[in-house]
């Protein structure tokens, strides 16, 4: 029992002692030994003294509050801060997102909450900021009834997921028409006011100096610059706008034509939606502005190197569904025929194109909307280069990589070289075989 229960006990004793000294309840050391009967708790109720009775009724009392008392301050002692309250996995209102924007996400760690974010919206809270904070001015400007985090957030769970503007409407409880419109704003801002950010050509010394190096350490070849590949996105529903039906790709459905030429880190540096997926990647290569840059001289690598006499400039690298030429360096042979410095070189060379493959891989896989896509024909290309912009941002902040989405293997045929092509195709001959001589007596000599 606690000291102070103690004490008024005591205090009840002396106080019943002096209302009844008849009924003493416990021997003073004063008391004669020769007490004519010992005191029973039947004695003390019959006692004509209303003492006793008001003396076992306070201390009950009292013993009762003692030991709630005590117990209460235990359990509190021993319990564990409360956990933060659940988050709101089945309502998408604006309340449970502000709640959970707001409230709940810094109640958890930053790896949980980041974690809690990726599964909801395909990226960690901090780079939903980052985006949100870019994109607001935009959003504010076009008068949404929304909120500008609560709309992008809602675009990003539908590419994320893959949703439909149906089931996306379902579930925030919205119209389909006004989903649409908001994925299509939030879209058309990623790739035209986050694109020239986010998308960059490594022009700038430190940025192509830092792109050439990680090529070099991955394949042992000297400035490259860049990985180039093609993928088709497919189109959930079927298009009939062409009665040839140009978007029909050689994997049996219909999809648009993506290109993409990323840098050792992953990170695209180029994407270009202009061609239907029936189309082959060199032309869609010929149709773009890249090529049309590259060709012009309007892109000038200062990097330059000097490789058994020819001066080589930065490069990029594909496989042979594209044209040889002196700025991009393809494969000697698509079977391994070759001497053994083609082969060395070849093998070297895909080693590099390696990393642009896994770039689309981890951009489906984050984006599962490119697994299949659900918007109009019309605005597939603004969503596939969202996609790719979203992309570009989890790469520069490190995001975990998830497993990647695997495309069917590639069997094009090698590309033709066309007669405006011949005099970059003739130096890059030239200039692939420098390559190849000097990569074998590197690697040879070691």
Request: charged content about 15%.
């Given at each position: 029992m606690e000291e102070a229960f103690m004490a008024m006990l005591s205090h009840l004793l002396h106080l019943q002692n002096s209302l009844d000294p008849t009924s003493t309840i416990f021997s003073s050391s004063s008391a004669?030994?020769?007490?004519?009967?010992?005191?029973?708790?039947?004695?003390?109720?019959?006692?004509?003294?209303a003492a006793p009775l008001l003396f076992f009724?306070?201390?009950?009392?009292?013993?009762?509050?003692?030991?709630?008392?005590?117990?209460?301050?235990?359990?509190?002692?021993?319990?564990?801060?409360?956990?933060?309250?659940?988050?709101?996995d089945g309502d998408?209102?604006?309340?449970?997102?502000?709640?959970?924007?707001?409230?709940?996400?810094?109640?958890?760690?930053?790896?949980?909450?980041?974690?809690?974010?990726?599964?909801?919206?395909?990226?960690?809270?901090?780079?939903?900021?980052?985006?949100?904070?870019?994109?607001?001015?935009?959003?504010?400007a076009s008068n949404l009834s929304l909120p500008a985090d609560y709309a992008v957030a809602m675009v990003l769970s539908r590419l994320a997921h893959g949703c439909s503007a149906k089931t996306l409407a379902s579930r925030y409880s919205l119209d389909p028409y006004l989903i649409s419109k908001i994925t299509n704003m939030v879209t058309r801002l990623l790739a035209t006011k986050l694109y020239p950010e986010f998308?960059?050509?490594?022009?700038?010394?430190?940025?192509?100096?830092?792109?050439?190096?990680?090529?070099?350490?991955?394949?042992?070849?000297?400035?490259?610059?860049?990985?180039?590949?093609?993928?088709?996105?497919?189109?959930?529903?079927?298009?009939?706008?062409?009665?040839?039906?140009?978007?029909?790709?050689?994997?049996?459905?219909d999809a648009v034509l993506l290109q993409v030429v990323a840098d050792h880190k992953k990170i695209f540096w180029d994407v270009c939606v202009k061609a239907p997926g029936g189309e082959e990647d060199s032309s869609h290569f010929r149709d773009s502005l890249l090529y049309k840059r590259l060709t012009s001289g309007d892109i000038v690598w200062e990097k330059v190197i000097n490789v058994?006499?020819?001066?080589?400039?930065?490069?990029?690298?594909?496989?042979?569904?594209?044209?040889?030429l002196s700025f991009l360096m393809t494969p000697f042979s698509p079977n391994g025929s070759g001497s053994p410095p083609e082969n060395l070189f070849d093998g070297m060379l895909m080693k590099g194109r390696s990393v642009v493959v896994e770039a689309i891989g981890l951009l489906k896989a984050r984006w599962k909307i490119l697994q299949s896509l659900n918007v109009g024909v019309n605005h597939a290309p603004q969503t596939i280069v969202a996609c790719c912009v979203l992309h570009n941002l989890c790469q520069i902040a490190r995001e975990p990589e998830p497993e990647l989405w695997k495309d069917p293997d590639e069997a094009g045929s090698p590309a033709r070289v066309l007669e405006s092509e011949r005099q970059f195709y003739y130096y890059g001959q030239s200039l692939r075989q420098a390559l190849a001589d000097d990569l074998h007596q590197r690697l040879s000599s070691r």
């Open positions: 004669s030994t020769s007490s004519p009967s010992p005191t029973t708790p039947s004695s003390l109720l019959s006692s004509s003294s009724t306070l201390a009950s009392l009292l013993s009762f509050l003692s030991v709630a008392r005590s117990s209460t301050s235990s359990s509190s002692s021993s319990r564990s801060p409360s956990p933060p309250p659940p988050l709101p998408y209102s604006v309340a449970s997102f502000r709640a959970l924007a707001n409230d709940h996400i810094w109640a958890l760690d930053a790896p949980l909450r980041d974690a809690r974010w990726r599964s909801l919206y395909g990226l960690s809270y901090p780079v939903f900021t980052t985006v949100v904070e870019k994109l607001q001015p935009f959003i504010a998308i960059k050509i490594p022009v700038g010394k430190r940025r192509l100096i830092e792109t050439t190096q990680g090529f070099e350490e991955l394949t042992s070849l000297p400035n490259i610059c860049g990985a180039i590949d093609s993928t088709p996105v497919k189109l959930r529903r079927r298009t009939k706008l062409n009665p040839r039906n140009v978007y029909n790709s050689k994997y049996g459905y058994r006499g020819h001066h080589v400039r930065p490069y990029i690298v594909g496989d042979w569904c594209y044209p040889l």
